[in-house]
């Protein structure tokens, strides 16, 4: 059995991970750390969790006696900790935060299990990628690998609630988020720095260069991959509703790219490509991508999506703890979409 520890387990990602940790055949779950919540049963704080768990949330931290943490943390927290407290060097790390998606000086492998599975078995520290970088990536990723992101990128996404975490603020209220739809963070967000990286890395040495790139603070130069990104904020809990479009050198052959796309995936656990148009309910509570693409003259237009707190986050962290420990990739990770 993997023994299990995760910090900062009173949040959404801390819930939902110990929804899914508590029918996972081959974990065995150590602690549940929250010094604000210390003593509290679990399921009066995540309490759809009634009748399935008498755990209680602890402020001890025995580092000793498990095999991986969760880092369920809030962006930047994960290094201070990190500097704060010795963690056997033995006992694995997966990170949810951004701490250390962006190579550095540092040992953490970005794992997007699609493409990093490999290094995921392998690694010790892993940095769990951010839900709108998972969404945006998955539906680029078979057009970087084949030298096709060559001009503008276009992405558009919405995104629910709980992306902005447990903690209330202005926009995430029900009185302000209700009946209401608003962008934020205009061609700045966060996540844009991994999914550059990702993108270029995977860009073959051969692509031709890329052309009307403007490089918009994110660290990367001219003449590599950029992406437009506005984010919406939109009028439900949960899931990411994502389009990209893509312009390419010459007219787009559709049964071309949708075979690219079916075979870059065809071994993929979770990520689908589907011939109909997918919508968000068909991946809210499980772990699956769906990608979808339309061609138009030069543009390819791609339509993905994911739900934000599974495969945009800690769907996707016990994913890739069941690559690291070698056992069913899928094991705990057996959700179903809702029929209606």
């Not at 387990?9 to 150590?30: F, M, S």
């Not at 205009?186 to 052309?211: G, K, M, S, Y």
């Not at 984010?231 to 312009?247: K, N, Q, S, W």
Request: glycine fraction near 8%; include cysteine.
């Amino acid at each position: 059995m993997i023994k299990v520890g995760i910090l900062g387990a009173a949040g959404y990602t801390g819930g939902e991970l110990i929804r899914l940790l508590l029918n996972h055949p081959q974990v065995e779950k150590v602690f549940a750390n929250s010094e604000s919540n210390a003593g509290n049963p679990v399921c009066d704080i995540h309490e759809g969790l009634y009748g399935e768990t008498d755990m209680l949330f602890t402020d001890k931290m025995p580092f000793d006696k498990v095999d991986v943490l969760f880092f369920c943390f809030g962006h930047g927290k994960s290094e201070a900790f990190l500097k704060e407290h010795d963690i056997p060097d033995n006992v694995r790390i997966i990170d949810l935060a951004q701490d250390f998606r962006i190579k550095g000086n540092h040992d953490y492998v970005y794992g997007l299990p699609e493409i990093h599975r490999n290094e995921t078995a392998s690694c010790l520290r892993l940095a769990n990628p951010g839900c709108f970088a998972t969404c945006i990536q998955l539906g680029l990723l078979p057009l970087a690998k084949a030298g096709l992101l060559t001009h503008d990128i276009s992405v558009n996404a919405v995104t629910g609630s709980t992306g902005a975490g447990q903690k209330p603020g202005a926009t995430t209220h029900f009185s302000w988020r209700q009946n209401n739809f608003s962008v934020y963070k205009l061609f700045t967000h966060q996540h844009l720095h991994e999914i550059c990286q990702t993108l270029n890395e995977l860009r073959p040495d051969t692509a031709p260069a890329v052309a009307d790139t403007l490089d918009e603070g994110f660290d990367v130069q001219n003449g590599k991959i950029t992406v437009d990104f506005i984010p919406y904020r939109g009028d439900f809990a949960r899931g990411i509703f994502c389009t990209e479009v893509v312009t390419l050198d010459r007219a787009a052959d559709k049964a071309e790219i949708v075979a690219m796309y079916k075979d870059f995936y065809r071994d993929a656990a979770f990520t689908h490509y589907v011939e109909k148009a997918p919508d968000l309910k068909q991946v809210v509570n499980t772990n699956k991508a769906l990608v979808h693409l339309d061609t138009f003259g030069r543009k390819v237009v791609v339509t993905v999506m994911i739900d934000n707190l599974l495969k945009g986050a800690v769907g996707q962290a016990v994913q890739n703890m069941n690559i690291m420990f070698n056992i069913d990739e899928k094991a705990g990770l057996a959700l179903k979409a809702s029929a209606f």
